[in-house]
């Protein structure tokens, strides 16, 4: 074995792979100052750019919710996708604490859209929406009116979303995909075809094996799978290695309990 081979890294739970990250104040159309990070690819321009809306912040959702983190350490090096993640308003998280309160899906379509027009403004190619639980129901009811570039779904509770504004995204031709967790305690794939059967083109992907929260490293893969497949196909599925030489050209992976 050579030792390039040997230098080679498997990609881990706490990887955390190159890529030029900050963190960004998204300030809303009612004057509020959310707290974000994106990370953008080095060296290459983005592909495509995705925007994450976390779980139900008072169970525990925020930016740092453990998809959207891998998201973020991931995608920029695997697949030149630049992702945005924000904690909507009142939603603390270690990089801060976004100012408003929680309002049940209402005021978080602001902040949603305000995140779009950041990306827009930042000259990102036009986003993916990525809603994860409670972040698909913000992206249900407001996301329509954002001519995204597509709509991931990740374990969709459509607790807040009416069967109407569901039928609003018959208005749109972006892709619209569902990912449902088999074994999901909130909505499962039977129940989501039902639901989504008034949007006939949501294409529902069903995660064998996993929970609503998709814990496990398998799980989280299948997601960033699914994303990469949609955003990036020329570069899925996402490798599970870190080349050592794109460790000398990019810089090396670190651990997230290095950080």
């Not at 990887?15 to 974000?36: F, Q």
């Not at 453990?66 to 009142?90: C, E, M, Q, S, Y």
Request: charged share 25%.
């Amino acid at each position: 074995m050579s030792d390039q081979v040997r230098a080679d890294e498997a990609i881990r739970s706490g990887s955390v792979l190159p890529a030029l990250r900050r963190p960004i104040t998204v300030t809303t159309s009612d004057g509020l100052n959310l707290v974000g990070e994106i990370a953008v690819p080095v060296g290459r321009p983005a592909v495509a750019t995705l925007v994450c809306v976390h779980p139900l912040p008072t169970h525990g959702g925020m930016m740092d919710s453990h998809l959207l983190r891998k998201a973020a350490w991931r995608l920029p090096a695997l697949a030149d996708i630049a992702v945005l993640r924000f904690n909507t308003r009142g939603t603390a998280s270690a990089a801060g604490v976004s100012d408003g309160s929680f309002d049940a899906s209402d005021g978080e379509g602001e902040d949603l859209a305000s995140a779009v027009a950041w990306v827009r403004d930042a000259g990102l190619p036009d986003p993916w929406l990525l809603g994860w639980s409670f972040g698909s129901d913000v992206v249900l009811r407001h996301g329509v009116d954002l001519n995204p570039a597509g709509v991931i779904l990740v374990s969709p509770p459509l607790r807040y979303t009416s069967p109407e504004e569901l039928r609003r995204w018959n208005d749109l031709t972006c892709p619209l995909v569902c990912l449902i967790p088999e074994l999901d305690d909130v909505l499962r794939p039977a129940e989501a075809r039902e639901r989504f059967a008034v949007v006939p083109r949501a294409h529902i992907d069903v995660g064998f094996g996993a929970g609503h929260l998709w814990v496990g490293e398998v799980y989280a893969r299948m997601v960033l799978d699914a994303v990469v497949e949609r955003l990036a196909p020329d570069r899925a599925p996402v490798p599970g290695i870190w080349p050592a030489d794109r460790a000398l050209r990019e810089g090396p992976m670190e651990r997230w309990s290095d950080l």
